[in-house]
């Protein structure tokens, strides 16, 4: 079959066209510390829409499953072929095919990096505010296939809030275009929405089309650091009680702290169990008078308070932040990361369920995450060669869902389903809701090809 695959996707797209099944990088994602990996039956290089089509049409008649894939950047396995399939990589499509900076508005190729979308962004006076973790590798597309967050998501929202159009490959391989340059459309149901965040089960996005926002002209950071969670969250909400509006607002539990410590780079009281980091923007005047707010509410019940004031110290916190998964999963070589989320006003209770079951399945856990959305990393950390470690951080990990729901929550907030939580929304949704999102799936793919076994 992988020979038949091969020479039929040369036909289709050239030897430049097709990738080789034995490079690893096509064989895993994010979520390889867990063990999960796959081998794809065939990997397609398409150049354009028109190529992507062709493999979808190719795959539909011949009933081959179709795994689209961006930076292989996600915690779900959502692009890893674990039962085979033609793996359909978009790094080759990667062209800005339009930018108009006075219009605020981009057009890219769904192979574009995110960081590239940043950048130009940022040289042009202006803001694209969804920043993942991963953005120097993740792309464009596989952030709107999984509707990716970010710590600015408090103030800006998630990636699908500023995608004002999409091109996609649909089964069983027609091109559709949804939107475009318009702010405004409801003419018909809402497809948009429906491929955003549909993880590649219901089409292949090929391209898409971004409003961007003028880049606010200061930002500040402050950090408070409190002896408990029970004191930083109360913190938390007091912010936004008092009317501030952060930009970000962040949270490090006593474990994640633990971890990262190290690599602070700044001073840290040796007894701070809990941190907040929040962050405001806007003009010169609104932020400075914004940071004397938060300094003001947030010193209440803190051990200490700070604002980094220098483009350097702001730039070396934000490092930090982005570097705490790594220096999580290095505590014990590998993690199993959830990202559960809670009403605001349960966020500590969903911190302290996450140690309560640690301690059950005899674990090291911590948290960390988006305060202000009541999204937390909830994180257990093992021993990737440790098969009984791995399968009790699993069971721990379902059993977060049930919390997670329980309190009135979802069982993620910005990494998506994939292949790690399949079959997980029946935590959440009825019966009849589940039959909805079945029948949205048979409406689109009703071989049910596009992404086998994700998501649902």
């Given at each position: 079959?992988?020979?038949?695959?091969?020479?039929?996707?040369?036909?289709?797209?050239?030897?430049?066209?097709?990738?080789?099944?034995?490079?690893?990088?096509?064989?895993?994602d994010?979520?390889?510390?867990?063990?999960?990996?796959?081998?794809?039956?065939?990997?397609?290089?398409?150049?354009?829409?028109?190529?992507?089509?062709?493999?979808?049409?190719?795959?539909?008649?011949?009933?081959?499953?179709?795994?689209?894939?961006?930076?292989?950047?996600g915690?779900?396995?959502?692009?890893?072929?674990?039962?085979?399939?033609?793996?359909?990589?978009?790094?080759?499509?990667?062209?800005?095919?339009?930018?108009?900076?006075?219009?605020?508005?981009?057009?890219?190729?769904?192979?574009?990096?995110?960081?590239?979308?940043?950048?130009?962004?940022?040289?042009?006076?202006?803001?694209?505010?969804?920043?993942?973790?991963?953005?120097e590798?993740?792309?464009?597309?596989?952030?709107?296939?999984?509707?990716?967050?970010?710590?600015?998501?408090?103030?800006?929202?998630?990636?699908?809030?500023?995608?004002?159009?999409?091109?996609?490959?649909?089964?069983?391989?027609?091109?559709i275009?949804?939107?475009?340059?318009?702010?405004?459309?409801?003419?018909?149901y809402?497809?948009k929405?429906?491929?955003?965040?549909?993880?590649?089960?219901?089409g292949?996005?090929?391209?898409?089309?971004?409003?961007?926002?003028?880049?606010?002209?200061?930002?500040a950071?402050?950090?408070a650091?409190?002896?408990?969670?029970?004191?930083?969250?109360?913190?938390?909400?007091?912010?936004?009680?008092?009317?501030?509006?952060?930009?970000?607002?962040?949270?490090?539990?006593?474990?994640?702290?633990?971890?990262?410590?190290?690599?602070?780079?700044?001073?840290?009281?040796?007894?701070?169990?809990?941190?907040?980091v929040?962050?405001?923007?806007?003009?010169?005047?609104?932020?400075?008078?914004?940071?004397?707010e938060?300094?003001?509410?947030?010193?209440?019940r803190?051990?200490?308070?700070?604002?980094?004031?220098?483009?350097?110290?702001?730039?070396?916190?934000?490092?930090?932040?982005?570097g705490?998964?790594?220096?999580v999963?290095?505590?014990?070589?590998?993690?199993?990361?959830?990202?559960?989320v809670?009403?605001?006003?349960?966020?500590?209770?969903?911190?302290?369920?996450?140690?309560?079951?640690?301690?059950?399945?005899?674990?090291?856990?911590?948290?960390?995450?988006?305060?202000?959305?009541?999204?937390?990393?909830?994180?257990?950390?093992?021993?990737?060669?440790d098969?009984?470690?791995?399968?009790r951080?699993?069971?721990?990990?379902?059993?977060?869902?049930?919390?997670?729901?329980?309190?009135?929550?979802?069982?993620?907030?910005?990494?998506?389903?994939?292949?790690?939580?399949?079959?997980?929304?029946?935590?959440?949704?009825?019966?009849?809701t589940?039959?909805?999102?079945?029948?949205?799936?048979?409406?689109?793919?009703?071989?049910?090809?596009?992404?086998?076994?994700?998501?649902?």
């Amino acid at each position: 079959m992988s020979e038949t695959l091969e020479r039929a996707l040369r036909r289709i797209l050239g030897d430049d066209g097709v990738g080789s099944v034995e490079d690893a990088r096509f064989h895993r994602d994010a979520t390889e510390a867990q063990g999960l990996s796959g081998i794809p039956s065939a990997v397609a290089l398409p150049g354009s829409s028109t190529d992507v089509a062709a493999v979808v049409r190719w795959c539909y008649e011949h009933d081959v499953g179709i795994v689209p894939r961006g930076g292989g950047t996600g915690f779900a396995g959502g692009s890893v072929a674990v039962d085979g399939g033609v793996v359909v990589d978009l790094k080759r499509m990667s062209r800005v095919l339009a930018f108009d900076p006075p219009l605020w508005r981009m057009h890219v190729e769904a192979g574009l990096r995110t960081s590239e979308v940043h950048r130009l962004a940022r040289e042009n006076g202006l803001l694209f505010p969804p920043d993942p973790g991963a953005a120097e590798q993740s792309q464009i597309g596989g952030n709107v296939a999984t509707n990716a967050g970010g710590p600015h998501a408090f103030k800006y929202g998630v990636t699908g809030h500023w995608v004002t159009g999409l091109e996609a490959v649909m089964a069983p391989g027609e091109v559709i275009v949804v939107g475009g340059a318009i702010r405004k459309d409801v003419a018909g149901y809402d497809l948009k929405s429906l491929l955003v965040g549909s993880e590649g089960t219901l089409g292949i996005i090929t391209s898409v089309w971004l409003r961007l926002t003028p880049a606010p002209a200061a930002r500040a950071p402050v950090i408070a650091a409190y002896g408990s969670a029970a004191e930083g969250c109360e913190a938390i909400e007091a912010v936004l009680a008092n009317g501030i509006v952060p930009a970000a607002l962040e949270f490090l539990d006593a474990g994640a702290l633990d971890a990262a410590r190290g690599a602070y780079p700044f001073e840290l009281a040796a007894d701070a169990r809990f941190m907040v980091v929040a962050e405001v923007d806007g003009s010169t005047a609104e932020t400075d008078a914004c940071v004397a707010e938060l300094l003001e509410v947030l010193a209440e019940r803190a051990l200490h308070v700070a604002s980094p004031a220098s483009a350097r110290e702001i730039a070396a916190l934000w490092r930090w932040r982005d570097g705490l998964s790594l220096a999580v999963e290095a505590r014990r070589g590998g993690k199993i990361s959830e990202d559960i989320v809670v009403p605001l006003d349960r966020l500590r209770d969903a911190i302290e369920a996450t140690l309560e079951i640690a301690r059950e399945h005899e674990l090291e856990a911590c948290s960390w995450g988006h305060a202000g959305d009541g999204n937390l990393h909830s994180t257990f950390m093992v021993d990737p060669r440790d098969s009984d470690e791995v399968s009790r951080a699993r069971a721990a990990a379902h059993q977060l869902y049930a919390v997670a729901v329980g309190y009135g929550g979802s069982i993620s907030g910005e990494h998506g389903l994939g292949w790690v939580r399949r079959g997980q929304l029946v935590a959440q949704c009825s019966p009849a809701t589940l039959a909805v999102h079945h029948a949205v799936k048979r409406s689109f793919d009703p071989k049910g090809l596009m992404n086998p076994g994700k998501k649902l």
